[in-house]
């Protein structure tokens, strides 16, 4: 049996089944680096401050410089009765230098240690998130580069509503990603921030020196309170928000892929290395990985939601329902660092069918509207044009016919303003170019669009 760290104030030993269901090594094995890095800051401080003797600290450090050489060499055993990460590691520590391993927990508690711990790893996770966005960004952008002047229909109520660039489609979800790119950047100043020397939740006696392990460990400052620095998880939950939002926006950029690619709309092929087949029907080409992301927004959110539940009712300080903290966001970060870079691959790699996105326009009416507005412009009250307009559509509706296939002794019947160059202005093309208001759709608007992203994403790489 393994002897608890904490053990002295206990007679009996844990049920196995009570040890089972406390332990968190489980899922905290990801954290090993980051604990050992917090350690190595520790126990510097420790020897600098003289709180132990300087051949103490270089001896514990020396020690956990092999333990942290034995995790990369993969001969780490996590053990469940040492329930979890700190003390694991503490035990392989004590393995290698003796019992002076014991003086590393000087001035320090678990709670401290783990929030630490927790800080280090969603730091690292967060520029990992900020480069991958970065770069699914960048392939909207090229994207988006070669479709300015591909026309599609623009869609409200899943309904043709008005002609567009595609351009301008593909731009729209980059200043969603840009918001995400926005927040996440947010998010890594409450992550940048040091716990360590807080302690159990009251500080120490010892004559630590935060300052130092704030600077040896990367952080930009430490926490101001040691309460909050033991019990703070908001940075945790602005990544899980944030994480959710940006689940949500690849959701929707998948489930219009899913419309693109099927048979109905014909606007997009994916590339056979983000699809797969049926195992019944041999014709069957499936946009699986679309369907993947936006299937994984909904465990996404409910990690969110775990956490902003557990933390709804907890007192100050540290409380043993933390430990809840972990998996949702170990799950969420694997998530959507695994969903960036298959959305950038699926995008990249996708073939765009510019003649069905044209031909789409053309057997509509989302060519209403220019008429309304050439009303307009003709002196006519938008509202009697919007009124016209629509009587005519449910005519044209009734004949099986077009706004383009009226003939022009008609529209004179209409109004003895409509002249022959409302069949120009009911032109698909026409309809985008004119629509040149700042950020719209025309192609001058689309093509300023991109070049402002451009300068963003190199300003990114600088």
């Excluded at 800051?41 to 300087?54: D, W």
Aim: glycine fraction near 6%.
């Amino acid at each position: 049996m393994v002897e608890k760290l904490w053990g002295g104030r206990f007679e009996a030993s844990l049920d196995k089944k009570t040890e089972e269901f406390g332990a968190s090594i489980k899922f905290e094995q990801r954290l090993a680096p980051f604990d050992l890095q917090g350690s190595l800051a520790h126990v510097k401080m420790l020897g600098e401050t003289g709180i132990i003797s300087a051949d103490e600290a270089e001896k514990i450090a020396d020690g956990l410089k092999k333990v942290e050489q034995k995790l990369v060499a993969g001969e780490i055993e996590f053990s469940l009765e040492n329930e979890d990460i700190h003390m694991n590691m503490e035990s392989y520590l004590h393995r290698e230098i003796g019992a002076v391993a014991g003086k590393l927990h000087t001035a320090r508690s678990r709670n401290d240690q783990v929030a630490t711990d927790m800080h280090l790893y969603l730091k690292a996770t967060l520029a990992e998130v900020l480069t991958e966005l970065s770069n699914l960004r960048e392939v909207l952008v090229n994207l988006a580069v070669n479709q300015v002047d591909t026309i599609m229909p623009g869609f409200t109520h899943l309904q043709h509503a008005q002609p567009i660039s595609f351009g301008q489609h593909l731009m729209a979800y980059y200043q969603m990603f840009t918001r995400d790119f926005e927040r996440f950047e947010f998010n890594v100043k409450h992550t940048d921030m040091n716990p360590l020397g807080a302690a159990a939740l009251a500080g120490t006696t010892f004559p630590i020196d935060r300052k130092l392990t704030t600077g040896l460990l990367g952080f930009t400052l430490p926490y101001a309170n040691s309460m909050d620095a033991v019990s703070d998880r908001d940075f945790i939950l602005e990544f899980l928000a944030n994480s959710s939002l940006l689940m949500m926006h690849l959701s929707r950029l998948c489930e219009e892929i899913l419309l693109w690619c099927s048979n109905e709309f014909k606007f997009v092929t994916l590339s056979d290395a983000y699809s797969t087949g049926s195992s019944i029907m041999p014709q069957k080409k499936n946009p699986d990985m679309a369907e993947l992301i936006r299937g994984k927004t909904g465990r996404v959110y409910g990690n969110l939601m775990g956490l902003l539940t557990v933390m709804k009712g907890l007192p100050l300080a540290y409380n043993k329902d933390l430990q809840e903290d972990k998996e949702g966001m170990f799950d969420s970060a694997d998530t959507i660092l695994t969903a960036l870079p298959i959305m950038a691959g699926m995008l990249s790699t996708m073939t765009v069918n510019a003649v069905n996105m044209e031909q789409s326009t053309q057997k509509d009416f989302s060519n209403a509207t220019e008429l309304a507005d050439y009303l307009a412009t003709k002196g006519i009250p938008f509202r009697q044009a919007h009124e016209i307009v629509g009587k005519l559509v449910l005519d044209c509706t009734k004949k099986g016919i077009y706004l383009q296939d009226v003939g022009l002794q008609d529209y004179q019947k209409l109004s003895t303003l409509i002249e022959a160059d409302i069949y120009d202005v009911l032109q698909s093309k026409t309809a985008v170019a004119r629509r040149n208001s700042l950020g719209g759709t025309s192609f001058e608007q689309v093509r300023k669009q991109i070049e402002v992203a451009q300068n963003e994403l190199s300003k990114e790489k600088i």
